[in-house]
Structure formats: C-alpha cells, structure tokens
C-alpha cells in the first residue's frame, strides 16, 4: 500500500534491497515515497540501514534490486559520468562529515560550488551566507584539523547548503552540536523547507523530532516499519501512521 | 574567460605543491635521478660515438704490388682502387720510400744498413670510410691483376667489429633498463601519492567533481614535478660537464670525445620534455587507479 | 576558591591555559579537581575547549602554562616515553572515535590490551566481554568501514573499556546512539563508575545529563563558568554550585 | 613466550603485507631493480676484471742485444732480468730465429730471400706481471750492460693504463651512484608507505603503543620487503646470466671473461643481505619521522 502523496515525487524507492559486499543485508524491500518540498525524519536504532539508504540516493552504492528515481532520474540505472551531475544537484551531510583535510572552511565549502562551475562573484557570495548560516564565518580561514567536532559538523552543513539543493541529505548533522546549535539548525533546516528544498533528516535525536513534529519514517533491520506524518521519535505517535511498500 | 575558476585551480595547485612538501619532494627527486641517468648515458653515447671509428682511421689496407709492373699499369691500379666509393684515400708508397720508412721505424732493432738490395715491393696503402668495409675492399682489391698480396690488422678489424656490435646492443639494452626503471619507480611513486589521497579523491567524487576535474591538478602537479625534476637534473649534468669534461679530456688525450656532437639547448629540451611527459603518464595512470571505486 | 572534593584526586588542572599553533586560545585559566571515583559531565557549547581539555590529560597536547596532574603523575611535565605508560592507564573515547581501519572490530579492542603487554588468555576473554557490554559481540569480524557510525561509536567505547582503566575519558560518546543505546551507555558507564572507576564524560546531550543528575562542569569560551553538584545541562538548577579556580 | 604475542605479532606483518597489496608490491619492485642494477654491476666487475690484464699479457718488453756479447754475458744477462721479480718470463731469441720468425710474419711484403746476412741482433723477451710496470722494467733492463735498446709498445702500454685508471673512476662513480639512488628510492617509497598510514600511527600512540611497539612491525616488514626484492631480482640475473653469458663469450670470444670470478652463493647471499638491509634502514628511518608528532 503506498503513502498518498499530495506532493509531485522528489525520491521514489520501489522494492529495494541492498546487500554489502560481505553479506550483510542492509535494506530489504523497501519502497518509499517522499514528495517535492516534504521535510522527513529518518530515526532508527544503530545499523538499521539509514545511512545505507541515504547512499543510495546519491549514488554511493547501487542497490541489489528494486527502482529508485530521484528528481525524476532513475539513479539506480544511471551511468557513471552522469553521477557527479546528480551529485551536484543535492545537499549532503555526510554522517562522517567528509571534509577536505588540506582545504580551509572557506575553501571547503566553495569547492562544492567550483565542482558546479559556478562563476567566482556567485561563490563569493554564497560561501560566506553559508557560513553565516550555520554560524562559523569566524572560522573560514581554518583547517578541519583546527575545529572542534561540532564546528567540523556546521562545516559539513554548510557545505550541503551551499548549491540550494532541491534536495537536501542530512545524516545526524547535529550529532556533535550543543541544544542551541541544534535548534539553531534544524530552524534553519525548516526556513530552507520552507522555501522549497526537499529535506530528509536521519537523526537519532529524539527532542528535535519530537518537538518540530513532521513526517517521522523509522526503519528496522532494514526495512521501514512506520512512516508517520506530524510523527514522534517513538513509534505510534503521530497522526495518519501509513506503512509504505 | 572566469579568472577567479583559473585562480582557484592554480591554488589547487599550488596548494598540493606546499602541504605535500615531503611528497613533492619524493616525486621531484626519483624524476631528477632518473633523468641524470638517462641525460649521462645520452650525453656518454653523444660524445663517444665516433671514438671507435676514429680509432680505427689508423687502421689501413697494404696492397703489395707484383714486381716490376709498367708505371701506366700501376697508375690505372691506383685510380681504380680510388674509384671506389667505399675508399678514402690511396696512397703509393714505392720500395724506395717503404724501405725508408721501415729504416726509421726499425731504427735499434734491425740493421738495414747491411742491405745490398730493397727487400720491399712496391705498396698501395689504402684508407677505407668505415672500418666495417675493410675486409670486402681487401677482398676486391686482391682480386686485382698486378696485385701480389693483400695485408690488413684482420685479427684487430675483427675484434673491432665484433665489440662495437656488442657495446652498440648494450647500451641499447641499458637504455632500455633506465627508461623502464624510470617509468616504474616514477609511476609508483607518483601512484604512493594518489594513494596518500585516496579519502581526498573520494570526497571530491561524493561532492559532485567529475572525474577530469579530479585529475586536471593531479596531472598538472604530475607536469610540475616532472618539469621541476629534470630542470635539476639539467643542472646537474651541466655542473657534473663542466667539472668532468676537461678532466676526462686530458686523463684520455687520445679518445677522440665528440664534444660538439651535445648540443646542450637541444639535450635540455629533450630532457625537460622527457620529465613533463614522465610526470603526466604517472599522474593520469596513478589518479585513474582510485578513480573507479 | 578550590571546590572541596570528598574524594582523593583523580585529576587536577591548575591554572592551565592553552593555545594552538594557530594562535586559538583553547583553555583560559582553568582550575579544576575531579576526586578518585567520581562521575562528571563537561558540557558547554561548540568549540567551547571541552576536547581540548580532554586531550591535555592523556597528553595528546601539552598546556601553554599550569599544573596538570592525572592519578599522581604530572602529565605536564611527563617525559616523552613515559606517555604511553599514562595512555595505558586511561581509556578514552575519542570524539571521532580513531579507529584503525585496516583492523577488525576485534583487533581494535585488542589492540589497546595488546600495547599493555597483556597475557592472550586475558585478551581472550576481555575483548568478547567488552564488545558484549555495548552490544557489539556478533560485528567483531568487520572492518571500521563497514559498520554504521553509531556501531563505529560502540566499538571506540569497548576499546576504551576494555582494560578495566582506573579513569574513562569520553568525547561525546553518544552522539551516533539512538536514545535506546545511549541510555545502555550511561547505565554502563554509571556501573562502571560504581565499581571505582573515575569517569569524565563530555557531552551535548541535555536529556541524558539531566537524568542521570551528577556532577556538571560547565565550560565557555575555554573558561570553566560553573561545577555543580547534581547539576543540569542547562546552567544554575543544579546542587551546591561552586565555581572552581 | 606467550605464543598469543607471537601470533598477533606475526598477524600484524603478514596483515599489513596482504592488506597493502600494491604498496608492498611497489617496495618490493622498488628493491627488485636496484639489486639487478647492482647485481649487474658486480657481475660485469667480477667477470671484467682480468680482461684488460690478460690482453695486455700480449704486450711484451723487446731488449736488442749488444752485437758479439759472450755466451756467458748473454746467460747472466737472462738471469738477472729473470730475478727481478716484477718480470715474468724472458725468452732468449738468437738473432737467426728473430729472421726466422721476422720471414714468417712479413711473407708477402718483405721479400728476405735476397739477405746475405741477418740484419737483427739478439733479443731477450720480457714478459712483465703486470702491465703498469711495463715502462719501468724497461727503463731498469735498458739501463743493463750488454743492452743496446729497448722496445715495447710504448703507445699501447699508456693509453692502456690511462684507460683503466679512467674506467675504474667511473666504475666506482657509477656504483656509488646506483648506492646513492637505491637508498634514496628506497627510502621514498617506505616514507610513502609510512605517510599512507600515518594517521594510523597516531592512533597507535594515543591508544598507549610505545614507538618501539609500533615500528617493529614496519621494520620487519621492510626486512621482508627487502628481502622478497632481492630474491626477484636475484631469480632474474641467474635467468638472464643464463640466457646472455654464452652468447656475450662466443660473442667475443678473444675476451676472456672470468665466469668463475662469480660465486653464485657469495654473491646471492650478499645481494640478500644488501636487500633485507635497505629495507630495515629505510623502515626505521622513515617511521621515526612519523613517531615525533
Ligand atoms: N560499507 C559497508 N560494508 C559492509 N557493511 C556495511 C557497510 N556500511 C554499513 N554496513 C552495515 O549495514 C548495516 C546498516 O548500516 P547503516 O550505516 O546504513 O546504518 P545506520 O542506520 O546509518 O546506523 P547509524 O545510526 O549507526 O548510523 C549495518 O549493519 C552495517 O554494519
Ligand atoms: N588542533 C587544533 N588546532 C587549532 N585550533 C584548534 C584545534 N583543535 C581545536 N581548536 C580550536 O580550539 C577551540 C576548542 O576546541 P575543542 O575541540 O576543545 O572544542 P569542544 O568543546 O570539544 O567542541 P565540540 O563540542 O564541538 O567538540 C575551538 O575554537 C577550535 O576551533
Ligand atoms: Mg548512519
Ligand atoms: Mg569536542
């Protein structure tokens, strides 16, 4: 039974399953539906397989089986030299940051711009609003080696923001932040929300996804076991719970 | 034309260049041995190419004339021996004149003086271009009429020929070694550093970089190095000429060494294309290996 | 006005400032005493010097000026060769957990046994025990980067564990647990702390902080600005606040 | 002995060796052609280095004799030279059997049927040990009563000599060149090997391992690395030493290379040890530099 979306599809799983080289079965079977300009939650217990499905999304790994279409593109089947263009088209906050250790901030952040070929006046305009944004622009001039967890964390967010993506990944962004931080930037994940981007959260923290209340998709030993609109992070919650796939 | 998309590649650059000092430094070193390597042995090849054959100038056929031929007969003999092509020079040495010469030669161990009549024939001493053709003009000018008997160094021509072919294979071997040890030992040390940034290599993938833009720094830095490499090397060999080449000329005053046969601005080149080309196949193989992941 | 401690001392900072080499001042004047046995919370906002704190102690940097002394060994003034004999005395969670990537789950945990010379038959039977406690016993054979960042997190917290230390530091040790394994975790720390060990806990975690209601250093812009008794995450609710230094 | 220790030991080399396929492979490649160079070098040194002496045994000191010495004077003579022991051997050769062998060497050019009288005197030949104390002999035997003069190939003797003193510089420039880069490639390619992997030494450290604990493995490693590469390169100059040695000898067959200068064991036992050293040196030097952190 799929979810009835009132939104045209920005990320659309059909009966995918993903195996690790080494066995182990990440995802199995799962379909999801998410809509232009929903903001999702992706909560879960450890090794559940969120990140797993976040990768599919951009293309890190290819699934086993099963259809997967984001922005219209059918990435499951695209071809290698198209991916950096996919690539380019969202925002991601990788759970692990993935910072550029020989880059500054500044420079890690505007490299996601020169990858687009953006012209030189547009980067030196958005880099710094980035940086505002997720309240490092003291920072710029500094390595990642230089910054404390967190400020790593803002880097990476920061990054994934730069572009305005369609669609942004984020995967625990604020696992490293204080609770001001983390309001600070789950608010400003709901201001970009609102002026169109697609978001998807994986996030284990439980007050953020309590208190904004939005669409809540919990999985479990690879699969989604819940897919609640206005939902809490414990199951049951919220409103409408429809199971998807 | 974006100046600021040039500016923040040349950084790139730039930027690799001074954080990976010590790598740099690896590449740059393995591309200047190589290229001294190489740049000595050509240079030794350069100069050294003619001392054979220069050696062997001295080497000359002696044509024995039969006795008493008519001086219209010897005459026509001379000028058809120096018809052929393959011949330098032919000189006629009378009995005369080969007895005065043996007289100064022998002078101490043999008493020409107790002579009532010359021992010698007349003789047609005879300088070839290339000493690989002594024995054939041997052979030819024996099968004259007039002609008694034919002498040449056979055994030293032999020997001669035998050694250039064998130095000439060689050195062509050793070449070869030097160039597939450079090619090995730069295409490792370059692929060490991609290695080194593999994670980087990565993250750029994940961001949306394709994979030329990935690898347009890697290859420029790869030039750089390359360039850089053989620039000291240059200067090297240059230093390394100027203290040896006079030395060397004056420890070995009867080796012909060619020096005009380098020409150090069309060497340099070489050598600095050499490098470039070096640095550019490593880095594109090396930074391929971790593109595909 | 030092904080009387009921406790012998387990730590003591004493006007300890510190600076990087790229001219950030990480620690201003810090004072600090944590007693043989006791529980503490370092909490403060991003960037605030809490990691840096932390890796004064076990020596990974040394202070700029003051007086460090962890379990009676002046670790300011250590020699070089003596750091790995402290090293081993500690266990630490590290915010970015520093796992080796070409070693097991296993190996990983072994390891911090084997640099202490320990006997096989101890490995044998600590490592199992120590990868159970966080629920890591049936991952021990995969590679750092095949597990998820909460199970990456788990593992850097059984090496921590795993030679009985006398003093756990941990760098934001729950920040990739779901609520569920968080909870384990500080139950687990709380045991451990129970069974003598001294535990520093650094974390931004409000609910798990307010729950377990210990002792709370607050630090800010690297200056220690509160030390309560059972204290809160947020400043000023907690027992007995007494400002040390 | 606490085997587990052994083992885990054991599992730490054997895992950095499978797990880093392609650096070891680059380490090992990296000593491969070094030891061949070097190997080569001192094969051809061994096997050369009789080669110039024996051809120049050839060369011989000719001392002509007074006119009408006594037999007795003639005999002292002999046993005086014969006792100075730089000299080797010396023939006595009466004037008649100089002409006779004169006739045979000149049949053709040199017509001696029409000598009334022999025109050479007595000669002694003198072979000398060593070809560098050829003009001193010389000048020792001239200075002889009884000696009229003296002869050898004055020319050939100097350039020979200058010859071996140039090519036993180079020679030794050259070996000391090859040293001079193996290390420095070696060294480059376990630096690298070491840089890769420096974030996991600083991990090792902060986890409580001692350097010593940490660069044990790496030096075994380079050990076995040097090792593996001398024992390629060791299985690849045997094979080629095989393939090339009978067609370099019947190649030039009047060079008298010495294949049993080369001891195959004493040889091989030294490249390995060469090899197992270079790693060792190199492991531990480039690890230091990543333990001061
Ligand atoms: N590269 C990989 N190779 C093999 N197995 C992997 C790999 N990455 C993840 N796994 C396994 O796949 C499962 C799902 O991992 P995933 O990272 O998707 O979990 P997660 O939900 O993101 O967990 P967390 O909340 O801890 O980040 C886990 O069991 C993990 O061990
Ligand atoms: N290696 C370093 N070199 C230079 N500056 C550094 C370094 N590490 C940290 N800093 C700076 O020191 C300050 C304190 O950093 P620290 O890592 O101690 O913060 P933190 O309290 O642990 O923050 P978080 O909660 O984000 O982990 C920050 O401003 C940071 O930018
Ligand atoms: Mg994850
Ligand atoms: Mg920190």
Avoid at chain 1, 62 to 72: F, K, L, N, Q
Avoid at chain 2, 258 to 280: F, K, M, S, T
Wanted: aromatic share 6%.
């Amino acid at each position: 039974m799929l979810r009835k979306n009132p939104f045209p599809s920005m990320i659309s799983l059909r009966n995918v399953s993903l195996a690790y080289p080494n066995g182990v079965h990440a995802l199995d079977n799962v379909s999801l539906e998410i809509g232009k300009g929903e903001f999702v939650f992706l909560v879960g217990h450890s090794g559940t397989g969120k990140t797993s499905l976040l990768r599919l999304l951009y293309r890190e790994i290819a699934p086993h089986s099963g259809e997967i279409t984001v922005d219209g593109v059918r990435v499951d089947k695209i071809s290698a030299s198209r991916v950096p263009i996919l690539r380019r088209r969202l925002g991601v906050v990788f759970q692990d940051y993935k910072l550029l250790v020989d880059k500054t901030v500044w420079e890690n952040v505007a490299f996601a711009m020169q990858v687009t070929g953006a012209h030189t006046k547009d980067i030196l305009r958005q880099v710094p609003r980035a940086l505002d944004l997720v309240g490092l622009a003291h920072k710029s001039r500094m390595y990642p080696g230089e910054l404390s967890g967190g400020e790593q964390q803002k880097t990476a967010i920061a990054r994934a923001l730069v572009n305005n993506p369609k669609l942004l990944l984020c995967d625990e962004p604020t696992g490293n932040l204080d609770p001001g931080a983390t309001t600070e930037i789950m608010e400003l994940l709901g201001r970009i929300n609102i002026k169109g981007t697609t978001v998807m959260v994986a996030t284990h923290n439980q007050g953020v996804v309590d208190r904004m209340r939005r669409r809540v998709v919990r999985m479990e030993n690879g699969r989604i076991i819940a897919d609640e609109e206005r939902g809490f992070y414990h199951r049951g919650l919220g409103e409408s719970q429809v199971l998807s796939g | 034309m974006d100046w600021g998309r040039v500016k923040f590649f040349l950084g790139e650059v730039v930027r690799s260049f001074t954080r990976n000092k010590g790598m740099q430094a690896t590449a740059i070193g393995t591309v200047t041995v190589t290229i001294v390597l190489i740049g000595s042995f050509l240079i030794a090849q350069a100069s050294l190419a003619n001392v054979g054959t220069q050696l062997m100038r001295q080497i000359e056929i002696s044509a024995y004339l039969k006795d008493g031929l008519s001086s219209t007969t010897t005459k026509n003999l001379i000028a058809h021996v120096k018809a052929d092509p393959r011949v330098l020079s032919v000189d006629y040495i009378p009995k005369k004149q080969g007895l005065a010469e043996l007289a100064a030669r022998t002078k101490g161990s043999l008493d020409l003086s107790i002579l009532t009549e010359n021992p010698l024939p007349d003789k047609l001493r005879i300088q070839v271009r290339d000493t690989a053709m002594i024995p054939a003009v041997a052979a030819s000018v024996h099968a004259l009429a007039g002609v008694a008997d034919v002498k040449y160094g056979a055994k030293v021509v032999t020997r001669f020929l035998q050694l250039t072919n064998v130095l000439h294979r060689v050195a062509l071997v050793i070449l070869g070694l030097f160039v597939l040890v450079a090619g090995v030992i730069i295409a490792n040390t370059i692929r060490l550093t991609v290695f080194a940034r593999r994670r980087e290599i990565a993250i750029m993938q994940l961001v949306g970089a394709t994979d030329g833009a990935i690898r347009l720094p890697f290859i420029v830095e790869g030039v750089l190095s390359g360039l850089l490499g053989s620039l000291i090397a240059i200067v090297i060999l240059a230093i390394a000429h100027m203290l040896l080449w006079n030395r060397l000329a004056s420890a070995l005053p009867w080796v012909p060494l060619n020096g005009a046969a380098i020409r150090p601005l069309v060497l340099g080149a070489q050598l600095l294309g050499a490098g470039a080309l070096i640095g550019a196949i490593a880095s594109w193989l090396s930074v391929g290996r971790y593109l595909r992941t």
